[in-house]
């Protein structure tokens, strides 16, 4: 069913490690996704406080808990090779271009950010699924997602989601250039409904304040911590030029001069479509530059920048950027586990498609 996200139990030293940061980032006033409630003056989460008196104290955060419907075995019998078709196909097509890897993740947050994950994007109704929508217009991986399908299908037929699919190789992907591994549960079901407006309303596109995308994401059960994490996947990202150039001249106070002029000079000669990395120092890297880049107010896009100076995220984006990338890369794990457990179908809610741009019938 539609349910905030389970945890993923972190490793031992990186746990005490963070819990060192966060605290520090607590008591400098500066917030953050598992503050109480008021804490910081932010209108936190209260997923972090005690139950009632006499309950046993320590009440589970909604994020931490169980979904109903998914489970790590839920393939072992009806389709046993499932994760390894999926990630011999990632593999494969990353060998042909590293970029896709990052267009993955890409279409797996775009999914996740209408209703939940349940592989609406993937609908093929011209001009009115969710995949026609602007907010959809460099979105990648379509085909490949489908052809992992195909293969399913004649193995293991009517039995795997497109939307355990897409999570699935969203992993890969996201492993695939660095990330740590982590385990997936399966069973989740694939939506029927996908509309492009609600693409355009609900997907984060740039322009919104921190405090607009913190409400995002809190909405679908996740967390602010989950919010600057799950923005390091820019680390590998790209941007085009119609994203960037949109408020540029405005950015004198946030951006660094000299890069500044770089990045109006680049979209000042290109179109719209001119593509630039968002991590110009280790673009095919997956660390934790994009957070360094915040601090010397090298961001391509608005969006992350303002993460900085807001006292709910700025303490964050300072931890990742001070610390061994390793701890960025954990937590981006554990973010990505969140996210496609938030919201999903399960059960008989939804449908098993037998193609993935289209519904059954």
């Known amino acids: 069913m539609r349910t905030p996200a389970a945890a993923v139990s972190p490793f031992l030293a990186l746990s005490a490690l963070l ?44 994020y931490q808990k169980a979904v109903d419907g998914l489970d790590a ?14 990630q011999k196909a990632v593999r494969k097509a990353l060998r042909d271009d590293y970029t896709l890897a990052a267009s993955l993740i890409r279409l797996f947050f775009h999914d996740f950010a209408v209703r939940g994950t349940d592989a609406s994007v993937l609908i093929d109704v011209p001009h009115q699924s969710e995949r026609y929508a602007y907010a959809s217009r460099t979105l990648r991986g379509f085909d490949l997602i489908e052809e992992i399908k195909k293969e399913l ?35 989740r079901k694939d939506g029927k409904d996908s ?20 409400r995002f994401f809190e909405s679908n ?21 119609g994203a960037v150039r949109p408020g540029l001249c405005k950015r004198a106070g946030t951006l660094e001069r000299q890069y500044g002029d770089f990045l109006r000079r680049k979209c000042g000669a290109g179109g719209d479509g001119e593509y630039m990395e968002l991590d ?9 530059q994009y957070y360094k880049n915040l601090m010397r107010r090298r961001a391509v896009l608005d969006t992350d920048q303002k993460m900085l100076p807001d006292s709910r995220t700025g303490g964050y984006v300072r931890a990742f950027a001070s610390q061994p990338s390793q701890m ?12 496609g457990e938030a919201q999903v179908l399960t059960g008989n809610e939804g449908e098993v498609r037998r193609k993935c741009s289209a519904v059954n019938y």
């Open 195 to 214: 509309i492009a407006d609600e693409a355009d309303r609900l997907v984060p596109m740039g322009g919104q304040s921190v405090t607009d995308l913190i």
């Open 280 to 288: 110009g120092e280790t673009p095919t890297k997956f660390d934790n």
């Open 73 to 86: 075995g839920y393939y072992r019998k009806s389709c046993p090779d499932m994760e390894g078709i999926v």
């Open 153 to 187: 299908e004649a193995k293991c037929h009517a039995t795997v989601s497109c939307a355990d699919i897409l999570t699935a190789a969203a992993r890969d992907a996201a492993t695939a250039v660095g990330v740590p591994y982590w385990s997936l549960k399966y069973g």
């Open 19 to 62: 819990l060192l940061v966060v605290t520090s980032v607590a008591e400098k006033g500066y917030g953050g996704g598992d503050a109480p409630a008021g804490a910081n003056g932010y209108g936190g989460r209260d997923d972090a406080s005690p139950g009632p008196k006499g309950d046993g104290g320590y009440q589970v955060p909604a």
């Open 328 to 339: 960025f890369v954990h937590e981006f794990a554990q973010s990505m586990r969140r996210l």
């Open 221 to 241: 059960g996740l967390t602010i911590k989950d919010l600057v994490v799950l923005s390091g996947a820019h680390t590998i990202g790209r941007a085009t030029c």
